[in-house]
Nanobody, 116 residues
Framework: QVQLVESGGGLVQPWESLRLSCAAA????????MEWYRQGPGAEREWDAS????????IYRASAKGRITISRHNAKNTLYLQMDNLEPEDTAVYYC?????????WGQGTQVTVSS
């Protein structure tokens, strides 16, 4: 059974940092391109970052570049998103997504709230 389980969300103050994790199971993680998305209140889900199967290639949404870092640990079947200098506009549910051949898998999301 395919599982993607995000964790690490919570309530933080502006300018703080947070690291999200996405634990994968039920498919070949190391053969999958992995991505992070976010969905803010009342907004559409939007793409944040992608990382290649080996981690050699990483691409970011232009407006978030420099404040977020996507990484992966294939031996642990885990994807990460390091977020720094968080702003209230980063408040959203964050989702990880696996691209495995023609298949797409989503996690259930983790809430990040940035507020003073």
């Amino acid at each position: 059974q395919v599982q993607l389980v995000e964790s690490g969300g919570g309530l933080v103050q502006p300018w703080e940092s947070l690291r999200l994790s996405c634990a994968a199971a039920g498919f070949t993680f190391r053969s999958s391109t992995m991505e992070w998305y976010r969905q803010g209140p009342g907004a559409e889900r939007e793409w944040d970052a992608s990382i290649s199967r080996t981690g050699d290639t990483r691409i970011y949404r232009a407006s978030a570049k420099g404040r977020i870092t996507i990484s992966r640990h294939n031996a642990k079947n885990t994807l990460y998103l390091q977020m720094d200098n968080l702003e209230p506009e980063d408040t959203a549910v964050y989702y990880c997504k696996a691209v495995y051949g023609n298949l797409r898998y989503w996690g259930q999301g983790t809430q990040v709230t940035v507020s003073s």
